[in-house]
């Protein structure tokens, strides 16, 4: 096995930032509420946890799936991407990786790695909303940018969140 480069020491231990895609509008919510909802369900996820007995509770089992990789965030119909502090986060959430199978192409779901991507996903677990609070960076993209409302601006400047173009 060799050596790992730092660009991948870090995309692998809780240095790396989190990335979480979401839309536009998705984005105003967030920010005016000050919070991320957990809106992923991981079906599978008892499974994962090593409850092999019951898979009917799913709630328990909600969270944020954010990414490693700020290409795949990017890639997933999102034009804002939210950059979470993992070693913050990780301080209060369980984070948990999850391996998923994804064609970057179609965004779709598929079971075998041929024509697929690894999207280094983190699955905070949480039923509860995340406190933008944990936000090292806010990005939007150039189109976009512009066209966010000065009050959102303003506050995530109060909070001394950057907000970037990508």
Known sequence: MGMKTFAQFLEEGRDAPLYHGTTYGALEKIISSWE???????????????????????TQYSGISTTRSLKFAKAWNSNAVIVFDQRRVAQKYKIVPIQYYTN?????????????KNEY????????PVSLNYASKILVSDELIKDLEPKYVKALENAKIPLEAF
Not at 104 to 116: A, D, E, G, K, P
Not at 121 to 128: P, S, Y
């Open 36 to 58: 991320v909802l957990p809106k992923t369900h991981h079906p599978h996820f008892k499974l994962l946890m090593g409850n092999k007995s019951d898979r009917s509770d799913i």
């Open 104 to 116: 970057l192409q179609t965004s779709r779901f598929v079971t075998s790695r041929q024509n697929s």
């Open 121 to 128: 996903e983190e699955f905070i677990v949480t039923n509860k």
